[in-house]
């Protein structure tokens, strides 16, 4: 199992920008972005392929924020711009069984504990 760690998580304000970055024991994985609000479902955010080239958004998200990761670093990121008060949210990392892109829930063996975004409006 690979074991994860988040940070970056805040308070802001809307448009503002924050990132996210996920510390992982291991880089030989797809890795993706899921986040869950109060009292909502645990939602997919973004993926991305082990070496990068294949990245994966939720609607909500699209164009506003970028997953990127640094193998080297075993660090996984994202880039979170013109943020707003429904981004709030726990942000978890999770790393998959494979190392493909994929926005499946079920399809990641691995969590991180979480990070809590704050959008002010």
């Known amino acids: 199992q690979v074991q994860l760690v988040e940070s970056g998580g805040g308070l802001v304000q809307a448009g503002e920008s924050l990132r996210l970055s996920c510390l992982a024991s291991?880089?030989?994985?797809?890795m993706g972005w899921f986040r869950q609000a109060p009292g909502e479902e645990r939602e997919f955010v973004a993926s991305?392929?082990?070496?990068?080239?294949?990245?994966d958004y939720a609607n909500s998200v699209k164009g506003r924020f970028t997953i990127s990761r640094d193998n080297t670093k075993r660090i996984v990121y994202l880039q979170m711009s013109s943020l707003e008060p429904e981004d709030t949210a726990v942000y978890y990392c999770?790393?998959?069984?494979?190392?493909?892109?994929?926005?499946?829930?079920?399809?990641?063996?691995?969590w991180g504990q979480g990070t809590q975004v704050i959008v002010s409006s």
């Open positions: 991305i392929s082990w070496s990068g080239g294949t990245t």
């Open positions: 291991a880089s030989d994985y797809g």
């Open positions: 999770a790393a998959a069984r494979g190392l493909r892109s994929t926005r499946n829930w079920v399809d990641f063996g691995s």
